[in-house]
């Protein structure tokens, strides 16, 4: 089965740190995901991944950049983090030109900045 | 840019009663996916649809994409406590292939 697994479960912060959210796969997918979600926002992409060292801005970026140095991680950094930041974070893989574009979802990382 | 819209956001029913949610998306999709997400866990993927007024059914789950490939439709049959959580639909389309989710519907079943 694949696997997605995320750094933390639950984090808090305080305002201004620096946080990273780390998000690991292991069935070897090229693409990669990070979502926020907020009540009644559904589920917002902030960056993707479709290759090593590859991103590209997803619709929510300003704030958070990414970084992806090997295939299996893609890790999710809060420069400077503020209270609207607070949310849960999903990590998300999937395989390139596969017959579906279904997604495999991490268990979320629940983040409060205070 | 393109949108998908997801109605109703939330949904209460007795057990035993049918549920739809639907999708509209502003433009053409390529293909679109459907996922669960049960409370407090994470989306899981439940299908996907391709082909123009396709029809997929998984036991008492019935999965439509329109015709003109910019609606889809998730339908269950005689909802039971089980199927309690967050339904997501996300589609595919433009010329970047671009993805994007509805915002979910709630589904509450009342045993």
């Known amino acids: 089965d694949v696997k997605v697994t995320q750094s933390s479960r639950y984090l808090v912060k305080r305002t201004g740190e620096k946080v990273f959210l780390e998000c690991v796969q292991d069935m070897d997918h090229e693409n990669m995901f990070w979502y926020r979600q907020d009540p009644g926002l559904g589920l917002r992409l902030i960056y993707f991944s479709y290759d090593v060292k590859m991103k590209e801005k997803g619709d929510i970026p300003e704030g958070y950049s990414v970084s992806r140095e090997k295939k299996e991680r893609f890790s999710l950094i809060l420069e400077s983090a503020s209270t609207n930041q607070t949310s849960m974070y999903l990590c998300a893989s999937s395989l390139w030109g596969g017959r579906s574009n279904e997604q495999f979802f991490g268990p979320g990382t629940r983040l409060t900045v205070l | 840019g393109q949108q998908v819209m997801q109605i109703p956001q939330y949904q209460h029913v007795q057990e035993g009663e049918d549920f739809t949610t639907y999708c509209n998306s502003s433009?053409?999709?390529?293909?679109i996916q459907w996922y669960k997400q049960r409370p407090g866990g994470h989306p899981v993927f439940l299908i996907q649809l391709v082909k123009s007024g396709e029809v997929k059914k998984q036991k008492r789950l019935t999965f439509q994409f329109g015709e003109a490939k910019k609606n889809s439709s998730l339908h269950i049959t005689a909802t039971q406590t089980t199927d309690v959580g967050t339904y997501f639909c996300e589609g595919q389309g433009g010329s970047n292939y671009k993805l994007t989710f509805g915002k979910g519907t709630l589904l509450t079943v009342n045993p």
């Open positions: 433009t053409t999709l390529s293909n």
